[in-house]
Every structure is written in structure tokens, then in C-alpha cells.
């Protein structure tokens, strides 16, 4: 009688122990190993905890949460995308969790990249910047993740030229040797365009003592082609008329810069130091994603293009 009452009854037990141990088993994974996940929900936590894990690295370097960083990375994980299931306090959680036993960053960033769309690689990337930005600029530190960050995100080259470009005058450059070795060539070529200036003054001077000359030789080639005269007239007008030409051209040009340096709040003598201090200083009143400028960013944006421009202008003489 017992065999037959247990053998009916063993697929049961079967059952029960199988929703036991599942019951008992699912909360200790919580996405830590990224590589294992298993199942929707599993696999939806996997996918938080790595968007997790690289929010909390820059975080770390600014742990005070305004109200406006909070709302920057609300905005980001609401995103149906990116949090799929999981609410906003729970991916809070993992945040913070992240913040004080951080997973393998490398192994996150390489998921990220292999994983998500170009369109969420890029929000992240903007996020992790504007997280990074303060009014006294992005530490050096902060931008060594940065670059690390979107180097492995696989961005086109174009793109991430773009994000340095945009948020590097923003960087704080408290090492002098590192600014000098970033920006040395704008010093460089500042210093060959005074000593060219130096030798064109030279040689305006030297083709002066021989005008009387060139004159005399000019007379006596005249008396001696006569017919030719006329012709000779014409070349000189001709070269007389191109010099002229190329001379409104240049004026043009140094005119155009002028304004550039005026833009920069800068007269042209500027010195290649004086030129990317003015820079940097300017991005750091005017630059969009500072806090600051919250209220003011379409006025911002205008502003920072026109810096832009003409820092490129000034850079692009001196090249």
C-alpha cells in the first residue's frame, strides 16, 4: 500500500522541490557575474547592473547630488530602454551599491559596447560628461575615465572628436607640464610667426638700401631697349595691380582675425598663452552644461559657437 501511495505522489514532490529551489535561488543572483544571466528578468538586472556600474564610477568623483544630477541620471534610467522592469528606486539601489563595491568597469564598458544600441551608447556618454562637469571645470581624473569611457563605447572617430572638442575647454589643467604638452604648438608656431616677422622686417630693410640701385639699372635698361619701354611699363603695371590685389587680400584677412581676437577678448599681439587662457576662461562663464548656465543655455549654445569659431580661426593662422 505505501509503494502505491508513494508512487503516484513522487511527481508532486518532484514539483514542490523544484519551485523550492528556485524560490530559494533567484534572489542570489542579482546580475554580479554579467556574463551568466539567465531568463527576462535576469537578464534585465544583468543589463541595470552594468548601465550601474559605469553611472556610479563617475559619480565617485562627485558624490554631492544636486538636484540637477539626480534629474540628469532620472532622466536617463526612466528611459523604458534603459530600466526596462526595473523601477527607479531599485536602480538607485544598484547605483549605490555600485559606488561602494564597484563591479569590473573594463567588463562593463566592453558589454556596453558589444550590447547596446549606437543611439543608448551615446546618452550614456553625454551622461557621464554633463555628470562630470562643474563650475570649477572636469578634474583630470574625471577625464581620464571620460576618455576611457568613450574610447571603449567604439564611437566613430568624428564623434568623439566631437565630445573633446565641445567639453575639453572645460578641463582643469593644474599639471603645467600637461597643458604645455597638449597645447605647446599654438606657443610654438606664436614663436616662429615672431621670428618671421623678425626676418621679413630684416629683409625690408635690406631691399630698401638697394632701391636707389635697382633704379639706376631700371633707367639704363629703359634707354637702351626703347621701343621695349612701353612693353616693360606694362609688366610693372601689372605686377604693381597684382601686388595691390594680394595686399587688399591679406588686409582682408588680418581684419577677419582681428575680430576673432576681439571675440576673444583679445587684441591681436596676444600671446599663444594669452589666447587659450581667454579661451578656456570664456567656456568656463559660458559653456552650456554648466550648472550655472541652466537658464541660459539656447544663449549658451550661440555664444560657445562663436568662441568656438573663433579659437579655430586664431588656432588654423598659426598652423
Not at 174 to 187: E, F, R
Not at 257 to 271: E, Q, R
Amino acid at each position: 500500500m505505501g509503494i502505491i501511495v508513494l508512487i503516484p505522489l513522487t511527481p508532486l514532490i518532484l514539483g514542490v522541490l523544484i519551485m523550492i529551489i528556485s524560490a530559494v535561488c533567484s534572489p542570489l543572483f542579482d546580475g554580479k557575474d554579467f556574463q551568466t544571466g539567465r531568463g527576462k528578468k535576469n537578464s534585465e538586472v544583468c543589463l541595470q547592473k552594468y548601465w550601474a556600474c559605469i553611472i556610479a564610477a563617475m559619480l565617485v568623483y562627485n558624490r554631492e547630488m544636486t538636484a540637477a544630477k539626480r534629474k540628469l541620471v532620472d532622466d536617463f534610467i526612466n528611459n523604458p530602454k534603459v530600466c526596462g522592469s526595473v523601477s527607479n528606486a531599485d536602480f538607485w539601489m544598484l547605483i549605490e551599491k555600485q559606488m561602494i563595491e564597484p563591479d569590473n568597469l573594463d567588463e562593463a564598458l566592453k558589454l556596453a559596447a558589444g550590447k547596446l544600441a549606437l543611439d543608448e551608447r551615446m546618452k550614456l556618454a553625454h551622461l557621464l560628461f554633463k555628470l562630470s562637469v562643474e563650475d570649477d571645470g572636469i578634474m583630470n581624473d574625471e577625464w581620464d575615465l571620460l576618455k576611457k569611457v568613450v574610447s571603449n563605447l567604439k564611437f566613430a572617430k568624428q564623434y568623439t572628436d566631437h565630445l573633446i572638442k565641445f567639453y575639453g575647454p572645460l578641463r582643469s589643467f593644474s599639471d603645467t607640464a600637461i597643458y604645455n604638452k597638449l597645447h605647446g604648438h599654438l606657443k610654438q608656431r606664436k614663436k616662429e610667426e615672431t621670428q618671421n616677422n623678425d626676418k621679413n622686417a630684416a629683409k625690408s630693410s635690406g631691399s630698401r638700401s638697394r632701391t636707389s640701385g635697382a633704379n639706376s639699372q631700371y633707367a639704363k635698361s629703359r634707354n637702351q631697349s626703347g621701343g621695349g619701354y612701353s612693353s616693360g611699363g606694362s609688366s610693372y603695371s601689372q605686377e604693381t595691380s597684382s601686388s595691390r590685389q594680394g595686399g587688399t587680400a591679406q588686409q582682408s584677412a588680418v581684419n577677419s582675425l582681428a575680430k576673432h581676437y576681439a571675440m576673444l577678448g583679445l587684441t591681436p599681439v596676444a600671446t599663444a598663452d594669452e589666447v587659450l587662457d581667454a579661451y578656456r576662461s570664456l567656456a568656463k562663464q559660458h559653456h552650456p552644461d554648466l550648472p550655472k548656465n541652466v537658464g541660459r543655455q539656447e544663449e549658451c549654445v550661440e555664444l560657445m559657437a562663436k568662441i568656438n569659431a573663433a579659437y579655430d580661426a586664431i588656432s588654423a593662422s598659426l598652423n
